[in-house]
């Protein structure tokens, strides 16, 4: 059963045409690959494109500087709030017991104290911490159901007279009467308010020296200003003042397409 | 259309399975103010149970309160919490009855104009519908079912505690086994009555009675939707539960107010409204009177000389008994009680409030407000708590040498603002006043020179 196939080859060969009579080296050849294993051997070919560019800074660049990552401080070392104590690219680490991150996940701390690395499974089974212990002989983590331990970071000091406020008040509000200039005019300008005997003027948010907000409210109660009062179901006025306004508005928008120039082309006329 | 006559035999067959004390007035739970609650427990006693809206009642408590009400508010006429309709009539009935509407504004207005119309009244049970008459026949077999298993479950129990522990394979297992079928059978009796419309309708006008188990469950689960998470997270976030005790878990409700003020778990309070003692609510989910003891305590005391905190004791309250309907704690009234009282044993309050303050400067005070029951309702001997002292106070030896547990707890904050001044003063400690904290300063590392051996 054999023979046939090996044979195969050969009797194509033989079977061209007969005015091609192939020469005895091509049927041996023939033979050869007939009879040898059918895998073709593993062949190493590069093909080199043209369009490729395979030098320089095509492939991005592998090798940049390196950015001094990695540990800063090392466990048990003494740092103060503000250390960093390790650099990173993503969170390898996180900020345990008084650390914290910062904008690049770096970690930092917060209290002075001792650096510890642990692990801490009941707040997190996988993550790894670093944190700063108080005392150079506690470890991390704390356990669960202590109190926490913390420190003060403060010291008691005598608030001194010098900052008291009724003081400051007077000699703020004779600074801003005058702007400086001494000139009589700078004074007869600022407004009666400012001069005002009872005015108090006290610090807000802003690092200003200013009148608190129900004072400024009642700025015209003290001059006197008289409101017309509101009545309720007045319609007359109500008419009288909503016509007005509406005449207002389109006395504006009349202006202000006026002061346009008329960059569009008008609309075409409509189809009959 | 109030209570169904099954319900009245429901009841009957729950005295007999746990003694409740019976009904004290009617009440408004969760769904109402607590300020508003407790005006109501004041008046609960001459309270009517609410009238069927076919009759608008001459209040038995209107007429029995009629020569004390100023002659501008007789004036008003009759005011039925059934029927007020708009926010003014809602304001005058809490103003001069102290009653809050009944359900919806909109229930009331169609309750109100049906009464005008002279409509005929159906009962609810009577409506003619047919789906939901179905609905009730399918519900009332569903009940009777349940009935019938609270009977044999109850029958079973007999049984076993008359049976001798050895055939029961000894003592302990026969107690576990009797625990877990009286908790199977307080889990029939809660089913028997879930899916009554009635009951519903009555927990959620406030109406409900606060002795019968199904509206204390269903009360319960209202409270752990949504308050109990805040008030949990409030502790837990701001450290109260490791800082003061090692854990709680909260079983029962809390509210906190000054006066009239209310304040949520946490809020900052200014120092001249907490000079006076807070009022507590403490409503709990469990059958029976409990004895308490009250504890304040701030967390957040500086102590410079060793640059940390301690704690402070600013109120030890005890022998105050609480159940499912009497809620309030009002300390305020307890310590004028209190100073009538000739002997010092039966004084409630043992350590006598100091108002919380704090340094300017300082970090915020937690004030940590938690409610202990005593152990197997016994009383404390408050003289003996009295000569607790309130400087370095750890609460946790305190709750385990008085065999303390607590159920709950709640805390607000206090810092210096412009009432601290007097309020020190005035407690005796203006000699502290011109003290302000200061951030220390941070002395730097020694700079350290790049050597030769270290690059």
New interface residues.
């Given amino acids: 059963m054999l023979l046939p196939r090996i044979l195969a080859p050969v009797r194509t060969s033989l079977a061209t045409p007969t005015t091609f009579i192939a020469p005895s080296i091509r049927v041996l050849d023939t033979l050869r690959v007939a009879n040898g294993s059918s895998a073709p051997t593993p062949v190493l070919s590069f093909v080199r494109h043209s369009a490729h560019q395979a030098q320089g800074r095509a492939n991005g660049a592998k090798d940049g500087p390196g950015k001094r990552l990695g540990a800063k401080k090392s466990g048990g070392e003494?740092?103060?709030?503000?250390?960093i104590i390790f650099r990173q690219r993503g969170t390898s680490w996180f900020p345990g017991e008084n650390c914290k991150f910062g904008r690049d996940h770096c970690i930092f701390a917060t209290e002075?104290g001792y650096v510890r690395y642990y692990r801490d499974p009941n707040k997190h089974a996988k993550r790894q911490y670093i944190g700063v212990a108080l005392e150079k002989d506690h470890t991390l983590p704390y356990p669960?159901?202590?109190?926490?331990?913390?420190?003060?970071?403060?010291?008691?000091?005598?608030?001194t007279p010098a900052t008291n406020p009724a003081a400051d008040r007077v000699v703020v509000a004779d600074l801003t009467v005058g702007d400086g200039t001494g000139s009589p005019s700078s004074i007869r300008d600022t407004p009666r308010e400012a001069t005002r005997k009872s005015l108090k003027l006290t610090v807000g948010k802003g690092y200003a020296y200013r009148e608190a907000n129900w004072q400024i409210g009642r700025a015209a109660e003290r001059a006197g200003v008289k409101v017309k009062e509101f009545v309720p179901g007045d319609r007359w006025t109500a008419w009288r003042r909503s016509s007005a306004r509406i005449q207002a508005n389109i006395e504006r928008k009349r202006l202000r397409n006026a002061s346009k120039k008329s960059g569009k082309p008008k609309a075409r006329k409509q189809k009959a | 259309m109030a209570s169904t006559p099954s319900i009245r035999q429901f009841t009957a067959c729950i005295r007999c399975v746990r003694q409740i004390p019976t009904a004290n007035g009617r009440r408004r739970l969760l769904s109402t103010s607590a300020v508003a609650r407790e005006e109501l427990q004041t008046q609960a006693a001459n309270a009517t149970p609410p009238a069927p809206p076919s009759n608008p009642p001459e209040g038995a408590a209107q007429n029995a309160s009629a020569h004390q009400v100023p002659e501008y508010m007789q004036k008003w006429g009759t005011l039925d919490p059934q029927m007020v309709e708009n926010k003014k009539q809602e304001r005058r009935l809490l103003r001069r009855e102290h009653v809050q509407p009944v359900g919806s504004r909109r229930r009331r207005a169609a309750l109100r104009r049906s009464a005008l119309q002279k409509a005929v009244e159906v009962p609810f049970e009577q409506l003619p519908y047919q789906c939901f008459q179905e609905a009730r026949k399918f519900l009332l077999e569903d009940r009777q079912e349940k009935i019938k298993e609270i009977e044999t479950q109850q029958l079973r129990i007999k049984n076993l505690m008359e049976q001798d522990p050895q055939l029961s394979g000894g003592l302990a297992a026969k107690e576990t086994r009797l625990r877990s079928m009286r908790k199977h059978l307080n889990k029939l009796i809660i089913l028997a009555d879930i899916n009554d419309p009635v009951v519903k309708r009555k927990f959620e006008d406030g109406q409900g009675d606060m002795n019968k188990p199904i509206y204390r469950y269903l009360a319960d689960q209202k409270w752990r939707k949504y308050k109990r998470l805040v008030l949990d997270q409030r502790i837990t976030q701001m450290?109260v539960i490791?800082?003061?005790l090692?854990?709680l878990d909260l079983t029962a409700d809390i509210d906190l107010g000054f006066g009239r003020k209310e304040v949520a778990p946490g809020d900052f309070v200014d120092s001249a409204i907490s000079e006076k003692m807070p009022r507590l609510n403490v409503q709990t989910f469990t059958p029976g009177e409990k004895l308490v003891t009250v504890v304040v305590v701030d967390a957040d005391v500086?102590?410079?000389e060793k640059?940390?905190?301690t704690y402070r004791c600013h109120l030890i309250a005890s022998n105050i008994s609480i159940s499912p309907t009497q809620t309030s704690i009002p300390l305020q009234r307890i310590a004028h009680e209190d100073q009538k009282a000739v002997d010092p044993a039966a004084k409630k309050i043992a350590l006598p409030w100091i108002a919380p303050w704090a340094?300017?400067?300082?970090?915020y005070h937690r004030l940590a407000i938690f409610v202990f029951e005593q152990n197997e309702g016994r009383m404390l001997d408050v003289v003996k708590l009295g000569k607790t002292k309130r400087s370095v106070f750890n609460l946790r030896s305190f709750a385990d040498s008085n065999k303390l547990s607590a159920i709950t707890a709640t805390l607000f904050r206090t810092k210096w603002d412009d009432s601290m001044a007097g309020v020190m003063e005035r407690a005796g400690l203006k000699n502290r006043i011109?003290?302000?904290?200061?951030?220390?300063k941070?002395?730097?590392?020694p700079y350290k020179r790049r050597t030769e051996r270290m690059r």
């Fill in positions: 003494y740092v103060i709030p503000g250390n002075s669960l159901n202590a109190a926490r331990r913390r420190r003060l970071n403060m010291v008691p000091v005598a608030i | 450290s490791p800082d003061l090692p854990s500086p102590v410079p640059d940390s905190f340094h300017k400067g300082a970090p011109n003290v302000e904290f200061k951030r220390k941070v002395e730097p590392l």
